[in-house]
């Protein structure tokens, strides 16, 4: 695509979406932000999203492409497979966004758009082989390989979230998968839960809107519960970020998400696990380090799926 030609963009998640005129080179204008309401349901999220496009695409100027970051796996037809909204699973995304503007459509799941995005535009630039890692309400992921996005036979590719960590009774389960996944031990709801479980353990009460950053925030203060419980999560993270090196053998590695938010408090015992769960003739070879786009990363990975596509 050449730069004189427009992308409408959109990061449709769960809870918010976003959408945006940009183009190529990653430069863009506005970003129009909607908060889904509670118990809105697949249907009518769309709507307001497909609303909210078309009065993007009233501006003057070339639409030549969409781009879609949608969070949560999506068939190469542009079908959705999952998500944990009610309502979107089956719908047919790319027909609706074709339907609404009349261009063609390129759709990716956020993993994947948030590996094109920090490739493109942030962490990752310079790099060839690169592995994303979004560790936040979920654990997601995408793998640039030759300076392209990896999708796999089915468009289904670094479903890291899902890899099987643990298993038997012990396992914990969370959301849609099988129980003993990386996304069940070491997201942001993960730590949330274990260190909620260890505060009721010491007969404290659990704050309002308990998270990720309370358990992170008090382990940086000593409190011996919540470094136990972020060492853990951590070293869950370690043994997934290992075995990505292991599989794809990347020159950097990029973690976003909420959780990485946590700076140094992850970041150094996250390097030191990695060294102890790869081989020797893999230390070190991989920088690990956090996003730069931060939430921006998955629309400003539309934009480049777009351009790409386009």
Same mark, same amino acid.
């Given at each position: 695509?050449?730069?004189?030609?427009?992308?409408?963009?959109?990061?449709?998640?769960?809870?918010?979406?976003?959408?945006?005129?940009?183009?190529?080179?990653?430069?863009?204008?506005?970003?129009?932000?909607?908060?889904?309401?509670?118990?809105?349901?697949?249907?009518?999220?769309?709507?307001?999203?497909?609303?909210?496009?078309?009065?993007?695409?009233?501006?003057?100027?070339?639409?030549?492409?969409?781009?879609?970051?949608?969070?949560?796996?999506?068939?190469?037809?542009?079908?959705?497979?999952?998500?944990?909204?009610?309502?979107?699973?089956?719908?047919?995304?790319?027909?609706?966004?074709?339907?609404?503007?009349?261009?063609?459509?390129?759709?990716?799941n956020d993993g994947n758009t948030g590996a094109l995005g920090e490739h493109r535009f942030g962490a990752g630039r310079g790099t060839r082989y690169m592995a994303f890692l979004n560790s936040s309400t979920g654990i997601g992921g995408g793998v640039i390989l030759d300076g392209k996005l990896y999708r796999g036979a089915h468009g289904l590719a670094a479903e890291f979230g899902h890899m099987v960590m643990r298993t038997g009774p012990d396992a914990?389960?969370?959301?849609?998968?099988?129980?003993?996944? %990386?996304?069940?031990?070491?997201?942001?709801?993960?730590?949330?839960?274990?260190?909620?479980?260890?505060?009721?353990? %010491?007969?404290?009460?659990?704050?309002?809107?308990?998270?990720?950053?309370?358990?992170?925030?008090?382990?940086?203060?000593?409190?011996?519960?919540?470094?136990?419980?972020?060492?853990?999560?951590?070293?869950?993270?370690?043994?997934?970020?290992?075995?990505?090196?292991?599989?794809?053998?990347?020159?950097?590695?990029?973690?976003?998400?909420?959780?990485?938010?946590?700076?140094?408090?992850?970041?150094?015992?996250?390097?030191?696990?990695?060294?102890?769960?790869?081989?020797?003739?893999?230390?070190?070879?991989?920088?690990?380090?956090?996003?730069?786009?931060?939430?921006?990363?998955?629309?400003?990975?539309?934009?480049?799926?777009?351009?790409?596509?386009?």
């Amino acid at each position: 695509m050449t730069n004189d030609q427009d992308i409408l963009a959109f990061d449709v998640g769960g809870t918010r979406g976003r959408c945006c005129l940009a183009r190529a080179d990653g430069t863009h204008g506005d970003v129009i932000g909607l908060a889904r309401a509670p118990h809105e349901d697949g249907a009518r999220w769309l709507a307001r999203l497909l609303e909210a496009g078309r009065d993007l695409n009233k501006a003057p100027g070339k639409r030549r492409v969409v781009g879609v970051s949608f969070g949560g796996p999506v068939a190469p037809d542009g079908r959705v497979l999952s998500m944990h909204v009610p309502g979107w699973e089956k719908v047919d995304l790319a027909g609706a966004m074709a339907g609404a503007f009349g261009l063609p459509v390129c759709i990716e799941n956020d993993g994947n758009t948030g590996a094109l995005g920090e490739h493109r535009f942030g962490a990752g630039r310079g790099t060839r082989y690169m592995a994303f890692l979004n560790s936040s309400t979920g654990i997601g992921g995408g793998v640039i390989l030759d300076g392209k996005l990896y999708r796999g036979a089915h468009g289904l590719a670094a479903e890291f979230g899902h890899m099987v960590m643990r298993t038997g009774p012990d396992a914990p389960q969370y959301a849609a998968g099988k129980p003993g996944v %990386l996304e069940a031990l070491a997201s942001g709801p993960a730590i949330a839960r274990d260190g909620a479980l260890a505060l009721r353990g %010491l007969g404290r009460p659990v704050p309002a809107n308990f998270g990720a950053k309370h358990v992170f925030d008090a382990a940086r203060n000593g409190e011996a519960w919540a470094v136990e419980v972020r060492d853990r999560a951590v070293e869950e993270l370690a043994r997934g970020v290992a075995a990505v090196i292991c599989a794809y053998d990347p020159e950097r590695v990029v973690i976003g998400g909420g959780v990485s938010l946590a700076g140094d408090a992850l970041f150094e015992p996250l390097r030191a696990g990695v060294t102890r769960f790869v081989p020797h003739y893999l230390e070190r070879k991989a920088d690990i380090v956090p996003a730069a786009l931060g939430d921006s990363a998955p629309l400003m990975g539309a934009v480049a799926a777009a351009g790409e596509r386009g």
